[in-house]
């Protein structure tokens, strides 16, 4: 009874999205059921015409589903009886290009969004929004005049100030060339950890996604192909994620020492522990590392007369093969965490590598993601 | 200097022109939204019933609109049980009969501009809390301005410059539908050549310098607002 009740709860605060959407005039169709975190952000993750932004406009009610069910904490946005237009939905929605009014002024944009909200905005939250998207010099500047990143900042800004209880980005990045991403990314993690707001964020970039997500949906051909904690769906190996870009793993950890002769820092995640090159952060912070597969190789015993700072025990799970036939893709246990060693078939065989086998792992390099 | 006739022709034409334009605002609005947004097979047939006064001789347009409007007409019938009487040779005959030679010239730039637009401002302002009246008021008015503009200028100038479908619908009576192109017409009749420069030469003035505010403006404003 007890275990029910809690479900039910769970299931309520949860996020339920469900859509079946086929368009007229091409072959897609969006088939998704989907229960996601109401915390946090979670990506939508997939190449061009995989469905991202199409499931992020039906939940936004921008696009219509024949189909479709949509709870947002108990709250129901679309059923097979009603919809919610979209203007009575409360979410902040951050499109692709710049979408700012160009008849008004940054500052008027923000009002617009102010004046509609329908909720009184505490001064605090205002100034903390202009703060954190940095747009304080700015907000007199008509909207035609801003740069490309200034604008999508002020556009984040304003989906902010109409208090969402979810915000929806469509590849806010994607617009933008390379060092206006650099330039916005970082006001990204300033909000996520700012702001309690859940985020859904569509992209194609694994950098963003592995910078920003806690939780991944990848979407393949209008269908989720797979979805769970950034550490988990970037950890597997059969995963059409993988195709197209470099295997490695995501672990979060925070920073428990710092080794001032040697500019170094210790970072635990859930127990292990890894050293990297002292970034400038501070004890305490939270940050990810990413491991390159082709960065692990494995011994059986433990060496000291090695260049190899981080060297940890691990325990074989799985092996698979890689694309290249010469290759195989190793995957590694540690206490808490997953790692995986791209190595050859001769090594694999050489070490006699079989799942259960316990052994060294060597981290060349470990890159610090945010 | 003007006659009190030539003076009153002008102050009929421009009672007509304005009455006419602001009619033409109020309907050609929601034509040219339908227009510029519906994805419906009726879109090809009404644009280009829209369009036909582009392209009709005044004389036909006027033809149908004075049956339309008699007394066995289903204007007329109309106009008749609400106890209006019938509209030809009547002032607020000659205000519908301009409000249909007019329509085009409204219609086509607020369709363009709303065109222009796009769907996207619309959508941005949908997830910013604003329902359909909002959205128009405060998104489509404002960025479709220059547009809303040229449509009021050339819905003005173009009826201040008809003259077959007047004389077809409207007569030539004073104060009621004798307006400034008729009255010059009259002049010339009468071969009072004075009097009909004077009308004409006003006509000429008021004219271009209509057109050229109007095209000195569209320079300086893209349809999408002031540079």
């Known amino acids: 009874m007890t275990i029910k009740n809690t479900r039910m709860k769970n299931a309520k605060q949860g996020l339920q999205a469900k859509f079946h959407l086929q368009h007229s005039k091409s072959r897609f169709a969006l088939n998704v059921d989907l229960t996601l975190p109401d915390s946090g952000v979670t990506a939508i993750f997939g190449e061009s015409g995989s469905g991202k932004t199409t499931l992020l406009r039906c939940i936004a009610g921008l696009e219509k589903a024949q189909q479709g069910h949509f709870v947002m904490k108990g709250e129901t946005w679309q059923s097979d009886t009603s919809f919610l237009p979209t203007h009575k939905r409360s979410l902040g929605y951050v499109f692709q290009e710049s979408s700012l009014f160009p008849h008004l002024t940054a500052k008027g944009n923000l009002d617009y969004a102010i004046k509609r909200s329908g909720i009184p905005l505490p001064a605090h939250l205002y100034d903390q929004v202009i703060n954190l998207m940095g747009i304080e010099s700015i907000l007199a500047n008509n909207s035609q005049q801003l740069s490309g990143g200034e604008k999508q900042r002020v556009a984040i800004a304003r989906a902010l100030l109409i208090q969402p209880t979810l915000l929806l980005m469509d590849e806010p990045l994607a617009s933008l060339d390379n060092a206006r991403k650099h330039e916005i990314l970082p006001y990204l993690e300033k909000l996520k950890s700012t702001l309690k707001t859940p985020i859904l964020y569509v992209s194609h970039s694994v950098e963003e996604v592995m910078r920003l997500a806690d939780h991944v949906v990848l979407m393949h051909n209008g269908q989720v192909a797979t979805q769970g904690s950034v550490a988990d769906v970037f950890s597997q190996l059969k995963s059409p994620l993988l195709m197209n870009h470099d295997t490695s793993v995501i672990w979060q950890g925070k920073i428990v020492e710092q080794d001032d002769k040697w500019h170094l820092s210790k970072v635990s995640c859930s127990g292990t522990e890894l050293w990297l090159r002292n970034n400038g952060d501070a004890l305490g912070q939270t940050i990810r590392v990413r491991i390159l597969a082709t960065d692990v190789s494995l011994t059986l015993t433990h060496h000291d007369d090695s260049s190899i700072v981080n060297k940890l025990p691990v325990t074989v799970l799985d092996i698979v093969p890689d694309q290249d036939p010469a290759m195989a893709l190793i995957k590694l246990k540690t206490e808490q965490n997953t790692l995986i060693a791209r190595l050859t078939y001769r090594s694999v065989d050489h070490l006699a590598l079989t799942a259960g086998k316990t052994l060294w792992a060597q981290i060349k390099s470990v890159a610090l993601v945010r | ?227």
């Open chain 2, 1 to 227: 200097m003007l006659s009190p006739s030539d003076l009153e022709a002008i102050w009929l034409t421009f009672r007509v022109a304005t009455t006419v334009t602001v009619i033409l605002l109020l309907i050609g609005t929601p034509i040219a939204w339908w227009l510029a947004r519906t994805r419906s097979r009726l879109k090809g047939p009404i644009s280009a019933i829209v369009a036909l006064p582009l392209v009709l001789p005044p004389t036909v347009l006027g033809f149908y609109l004075l049956i339309a409007m008699g007394p066995n007409g289903f204007i007329g019938q109309l106009t008749q049980e609400l106890g209006l009487g019938t509209l030809p040779f009547t002032f607020w005959g000659l205000i519908v009969a301009s409000v249909f030679y007019s329509l085009p010239f409204v219609v086509q730039p607020i369709q363009n501009a709303i065109e222009a637009i796009g769907e996207r401002p619309l959508e941005v302002a949908a997830t910013l809390r604003a329902g359909s009246w909002d959205r128009f008021f405060t998104v489509v008015l404002p960025l479709a301005k220059p547009g809303f503009i040229t449509a009021a200028i050339l819905g003005f100038t173009h009826t201040v410059g008809e003259f077959g479908v007047v004389l077809m619908i409207g007569g030539n009576i004073p104060g009621q539908t004798r307006v400034v192109s008729v009255q010059i017409y009259d002049h010339v009749e009468a071969l009072e050549y004075d009097q009909a420069h004077k009308l004409a030469a006003i006509m000429i003035i008021f004219s271009f310098l209509v057109l050229l505010s109007l095209y000195s403006f569209q320079r300086k404003n893209t349809l999408w607002g002031a540079k």
